[in-house]
C-alpha cells in the first residue's frame, strides 16, 4: 500500500531551523524524483523543493539558499532542512513525487513565529 508519512514539524521563531522527513512506502523510489510542497493556510499547494534519483536538485525562488532537499535511498526517505525560517514559511509540508501522482500523506504542519 503507497504511504507517505511526514514528520518533524513544529512551532520555531523566526531565524530557527527545522528539518522535516518523510518516509515512502513507495515501490521504485530510489528511481524517483520525490518533491518536498507546501500549502499555506489560504493558498494553493507549491512545490518548493525536489530531488532526482541522482541527487539533482531545485528549488523555488523564495527558499532557494534557506532549504536542503536530501533522500536516502537506502530507507526510501526524503528529508527537507529548513534553516533562517520566516513567518511566510508557514504551512503544512508534504511530500510526493514532483508530478504529486501518489495519495497525499497527511502533512507536517511548520509554524513560523515569535
Known amino acids: 500500500q503507497v504511504q507517505l508519512v511526514e514528520s518533524g514539524g513544529g512551532l520555531v521563531q523566526p531565524g530557527g531551523f527545522l528539518r522535516l522527513s518523510c518516509a515512502a512506502s513507495?515501490?521504485?523510489?530510489?528511481?524517483?524524483?520525490m518533491g518536498w510542497f507546501r500549502q499555506a493556510p489560504g493558498k494553493q499547494r507549491e512545490l518548493v523543493a525536489t530531488?532526482?534519483?541522482?541527487?539533482?536538485?531545485n528549488y523555488a525562488d523564495s527558499v532557494k539558499g534557506r532549504f536542503t532537499i536530501s533522500r536516502d535511498d537506502a530507507k526510501n526517505t526524503v528529508s527537507l532542512q529548513m534553516n533562517s525560517l520566516q513567518p511566510e514559511d508557514t504551512a503544512v509540508y508534504y511530500c510526493?513525487?514532483?508530478?504529486?501522482?501518489?495519495?497525499w500523506g497527511q502533512g507536517t504542519l511548520v509554524t513560523v513565529s515569535s
Open positions: 510526493n513525487t514532483k508530478s504529486s501522482n501518489l495519495p
Open positions: 513507495i515501490t521504485r523510489f530510489i528511481i524517483t524524483t
Open positions: 530531488i532526482t534519483s541522482g541527487g539533482n536538485t
